[in-house]
C-alpha cells in the first residue's frame, strides 16, 4: 500500500480572502506560521482538529481544502 | 531558518562548549589512586550532579542571550504559542533522544560486565548524556527543517 499524499488548496483559499497573510490564518486556527507554511507546502499533515479549523477559518467544507493527490493504493 | 532551527544550533553549541569545558576542567581533578576507592565515586557523584546545574544555568544564561540578540538582530521573537506540529517534533527528538541515551547506557552496564573499572562505565554514561542531548538538538533542527 503506497502512502497517501495529501494536497491541499490553502494557497488559493488564502488569496480567494482577500490575500488573507500566512500569519493571519495562524492566528485565526491558533498555530504557528511556521506549521501553515509546512501544512501549506504538504509537508505537514494536519490533525483532523487543525484541519477542521483551517476549513472554519475559509468556511469551506473540509474536502475543499485538502484532497487526495494520490488515490492508487 | 526559523527561530525554532535557530534554537536548536545555539543549544547544541552550548551542550557541547559546556560539556567540553566542564569536563576538561573535571578531568584535572579527578582523584588519583585506586580506581575502585570511595573518593573516585564521590567524584563522579559530584560532577554529575554540579553539571546538571551547570548546564540549566549555562542554558539559561544563552538562551536569554539568543533572545536578546534575535529581537536586536532580526526583530523576531519566540512563537508565543505551542502547536501541535512543535509537540509532535518534541515528542520525536525525545523519542530520538531516548534511543541513543539507552544505546550507550546498556554498553556502560556491558562495560561493567566484562570487568572493566568503575570510570569506563562513568565516561560512558557521560557520553550517553551528551550523545542524547546532540540526538535531540540534530533530531529538532532536522524535523523543523523538513516540515515536521
Known amino acids: ?73 | 531558518m526559523s527561530y525554532q532551527e535557530k534554537r536548536a544550533i545555539v543549544s547544541l553549541i552550548s551542550t557541547l562548549v559546556i560539556n567540553a569545558f566542564y569536563w576538561l576542567y573535571m578531568a584535572q581533578r579527578y582523584p588519583s589512586g585506586d580506581d575502585y576507592s570511595p573518593d573516585v565515586f564521590r567524584f563522579w557523584g559530584s560532577a554529575f550532579l554540579i553539571l546538571i546545574a551547570v548546564s540549566i544555568i549555562v542554558k539559561i544564561i544563552v538562551y536569554i542571550i539568543f533572545t536578546i540578540v534575535n529581537v536586536i538582530a532580526r526583530q523576531e521573537t519566540e512563537p508565543s504559542i505551542t502547536d501541535e506540529r512543535d509537540r509532535l517534533i518534541e515528542l520525536k527528538s525525545t523519542r530520538n533522544s531516548f534511543y541513543a541515551f539507552m544505546l550507550l547506557m546498556v554498553v556502560a552496564l556491558a562495560s561493567l560486565a566484562i570487568s572493566m573499572p568503575p570510570s569506563v562505565m562513568f565516561v560512558l554514561l557521560i557520553l550517553a548524556g551528551i550523545a542524547s542531548e546532540i540526538v535531540s538538538e540534530v533530531s529538532q533542527f532536522y524535523f523543523y527543517r523538513r516540515g515536521f
Open chain 1, 1 to 73: 500500500m503506497s502512502d497517501l499524499r495529501i494536497g491541499n488548496n490553502i494557497r488559493k483559499l488564502r488569496f480567494h480572502h482577500d490575500e488573507m497573510t500566512q500569519q493571519a490564518l495562524a492566528d485565526k486556527v491558533g498555530v504557528t506560521r511556521q506549521t501553515i507554511i509546512a501544512i501549506e507546502n504538504a509537508k505537514y499533515s494536519p490533525s483532523l482538529e487543525l484541519a477542521f479549523r483551517i476549513a472554519l477559518a475559509f468556511d469551506v467544507p473540509l474536502e475543499e481544502v485538502f484532497f487526495l493527490e494520490d488515490r492508487n493504493l
